[in-house]
């Protein structure tokens, strides 16, 4: 567990579609408290030993970091991707706002 404080989970979806579905469920769950769809994005990479080159939609993810890896868990099972590119990590630079809106937003009101 990461503990207290905001956190953040990259990741290209296929299409707008399947980004936005996703972004859905994890905001029902309260996994996150908003997915910014970045747009287009070109992906360069190699693929079962060939480099390819594809169109994605990137993801950033925000969410507290005691919800990382309950988080980039699901992310993973939800993903369209055999093997999803998810990296997340914890932020130690946020604004004492910005931690009370992601505990507002992702409290499931249980005590």
């Known amino acids: 567990m990461t503990g207290?404080?905001?956190?953040?989970?990259?990741?290209?979806?296929?299409?707008?579609?399947?980004?936005?579905?996703?972004?859905g469920k994890l905001l029902d769950q309260k996994l996150i408290a908003c997915a910014n769809l970045i747009g287009e994005i070109?992906?360069?990479?190699?693929w079962e030993g060939a480099r390819s080159s594809d169109t994605e939609i990137g993801?950033?993810?925000k969410t507290s970091g005691d919800r990382l890896e309950d988080l980039v868990s699901v992310l993973g099972k939800l993903h369209p991707y055999d093997t999803p590119a998810i990296f997340g990590w914890p932020c130690g630079g946020t604004h004492p706002d910005t931690l009370e809106w992601l505990g507002t937003q992702l409290s499931t009101g249980e005590s």
């Open 59 to 61: 993801v950033l993810f």
């Open 4 to 23: 207290p404080g905001a956190a953040l989970v990259w990741c290209p979806f296929p299409d707008r579609e399947s980004a936005r579905a996703i972004s």
């Open 42 to 46: 070109e992906s360069i990479f190699e």
